[in-house]
């Protein structure tokens, strides 16, 4: 962070910083929903396409109802998604890691049956004041993204079932045992990231302006180099909802960096896979350090 | 166990043949052995990476960076080819950068004690990012004539690539059901520690597993390149999900402890066959995906659902 704002002049202007928290909106407001998925010991890779496929609805929603209708649209089919994922895993028992790629096998198709392969367009301006509009000269889209947070947050500390997440998270037979009900602990973290999603869904077309049949491709995997880089552990447990928040903030602090300093686009993977892999290093030999130290 | 397992891979195999019969009345054109062997021969890069990945999958592991492995070994042979390196040495080159590739993984996952998971996540970005850099996003797709037959040859009616498909995939079967190496995958998938406690090499043997997938990516890449006669930096693309599909459908738990080589072609060529048989009944290839998202979804919930009924353990894991 330091390295960027003294070689890159720029980089440490306040229009800078919004237009980083702009850009990096949707890949937080779903890390967050992920993050929480992410505690309770599971995972859903799944986000990518169940982002494509809320954005379709809630564009062709924007088309005939305004933003209003799209959000109802957006988070009506996220949350269907994420209970179907959530009822799979926990009554079902299929790992969390096979439904969900089945899920992002299936929703891919299952958008391009919808659409016939082809891109939306014509939304209209009004639905899109998430990213078209300021308030005191911040993007709308960065209020979203922090009133998605406090929401979480909110969840994850003030509620039982945030202390069930992280109780099933760290240890399920005990959490099971003490009579926490994990079946449904995990399903609401689902059910939740789908609400998210598609909350997202919305941001994203308002951002794009068009919602393509690729809309959200890939996004899982940032989702989840998010979660990783801000400190939440992949087995479960540990972590906070502002580990979904920092995780996102770094890779879209990294990948503007590249911009100003004029590497060329190509990079990004690197960056990002570099990123992950340096975190979850410097994550295993401090816990080796500090298990040699006690 | 044992009866089980047959069991499983009985029901996959009858399954497989419904399958058949079912597209066969569909579409005319299905049921001939040309297009057998074309099924066959468009599945042999999913085929040989399946190979690996059962194995890692019988540790308890995963490796999302197949897809993106294949991407990078395939521009590295395409470009040092193209930058004046003779061809066989490219081919070299390649097999060495998937050998890389792998024990790269391997002691990330060994050395640091990460979960394969979120190692191979971040390679899967690593190595599609090195292949987009080094490729500049364009692609080479003019090679020698030699290496264009190389996957493209019959040997009578049958493609080349499935007979060495069908050795490398008999020699797999034997090393995981004959030899000290196979039975220490199924130790380390049941049981970690109980494997080390009983002198099961676990650092060494998951070491030669993952290095041994970067070498069948790279084959893979290889045959991939040839087939296709270009190399590009997305030849991999969402590959990984393929042969991670195929496996588990195969019968494959994703916790470790089980699974087979027989199970895994099954998993392969039903995919293959499920997808070209759509293809030939006229069914939108839209389709495809949507279907194969549900079969796996499906077939692993039947799977588990009977295993965790069956198992002790199960109030707890649900």
């Not at chain 2, 049941?190 to 790279?218: H, K, W």
Request: net charge positive; proline share 2%.
């Amino acid at each position: 962070l330091v390295f960027l704002s003294l070689t890159a002049s720029g980089f440490l202007t306040a229009a800078n910083v919004g237009s980083i928290l702009t850009s990096i909106a949707v890949l937080g407001i779903v890390a967050l929903g992920v993050n929480m998925v992410v505690l309770t010991g599971e995972i859903d890779i799944s986000v990518g396409s169940a982002l494509g496929l809320c954005a379709v609805a809630s564009g062709t929603a924007a088309k005939s109802g305004g933003l209003a209708f799209a959000l109802v649209a957006g988070i009506g089919v996220g949350v269907l998604v994420g209970s179907v994922n959530g009822f799979l895993v926990t009554f079902g028992r299929v790992p969390s890691i096979i439904v969900t790629l089945g899920m992002l096998y299936a929703l891919q198709g299952l958008i391009l049956i919808v659409t016939g392969g082809n891109t939306i367009t014509g939304l209209p301006q009004g639905a899109r004041t998430f990213a078209l509009s300021d308030v005191v000269s911040i993007n709308v889209s960065i209020f979203v993204l922090a009133g998605a947070f406090v929401v979480v947050a909110l969840l994850a500390r003030s509620t039982t079932w945030g202390r069930d997440v992280y109780a099933v998270g760290g240890n399920r037979r005990a959490a099971v045992y003490a009579g926490v009900p994990s079946r449904r602990t995990r399903w609401l973290a689902f059910v939740l990231t789908g609400a998210l999603v598609g909350l997202a869904s919305v941001v994203f077309f308002d951002r794009v302006g068009v919602v393509p049949t690729n809309a959200g491709q890939g996004l899982e995997l940032q989702v989840i180099a998010a979660v990783v880089i801000g400190g939440t552990s992949i087995a479960g447990g540990r972590g906070s909802p502002l580990a979904a928040v920092i995780g996102a903030v770094l890779i879209g602090v990294f990948l503007n960096g590249l911009v100003l300093l004029n590497v060329p686009g190509v990079w990004q993977n690197v960056v990002v896979g570099g990123l992950i892999l340096l975190a979850i290093a410097t994550d295993a030999l401090r816990r080796q350090l500090v298990a040699e130290g006690t | 166990m044992q009866r089980f397992q047959l069991g499983r891979e009985l029901v996959l195999a009858i399954l497989l043949i419904v399958v058949l019969v079912v597209f066969s009345l569909l579409s005319a054109s299905f049921l001939s052995v040309e297009n057998f062997f074309n099924v066959g021969r468009l599945s042999v890069e999913t085929g040989l990476i399946a190979l690996g990945m059962t194995g890692v999958i019988l540790t308890g592991g995963i490796d999302l960076s197949v897809g993106s492995l294949l991407s990078l070994v395939a521009v590295v042979v395409g470009f040092s080819y193209q930058d004046g390196l003779a061809l066989g040495l490219a081919i070299l080159l390649g097999l060495a950068v998937g050998l890389a590739g792998g024990l790269f993984n391997a002691l990330f996952v060994t050395r640091l004690g990460l979960h394969p998971l979120v190692v191979t996540l971040g390679t899967l970005s690593l190595y599609s990012g090195i292949a987009l850099v080094l490729s500049g996003g364009s692609g080479v797709s003019s090679f020698p004539h030699w290496f264009v037959y190389l996957g493209q040859w019959y040997l009578g009616p049958v493609p080349a690539q499935l007979i060495f498909f069908a050795v490398i995939a008999a020699l797999a079967w034997i090393v995981l059901a004959r030899t000290p190496f196979g039975r220490y995958l199924y130790a380390i998938g049941d049981n970690v520690e109980a494997a080390r406690f009983s002198g099961v090499p676990v650092r060494r043997v998951l070491i030669a597993l993952y290095t041994a997938v970067g070498l069948l990516v790279a084959i893979a890449a290889i045959i991939y390149t040839s087939r296709v006669s270009s190399a590009r930096a997305d030849a991999g693309f969402g590959l990984e999900l393929d042969v991670i599909a195929a496996v588990v459908l195969g019968g494959a738990s994703i916790y470790g402890g089980v699974g087979s080589i027989p199970g895994t072609l099954l998993g392969v060529f039903f995919i293959a066959f499920v997808g070209n048989g759509l293809l030939l009944a006229g069914v939108e290839s839209t389709w495809r995906q949507f279907v194969i998202g549900l079969i796996l979804i499906v077939a692993v919930f039947v799977n588990e659902f009977f295993r965790a009924g069956a198992s002790p353990t199960a109030a707890t894991s649900g």
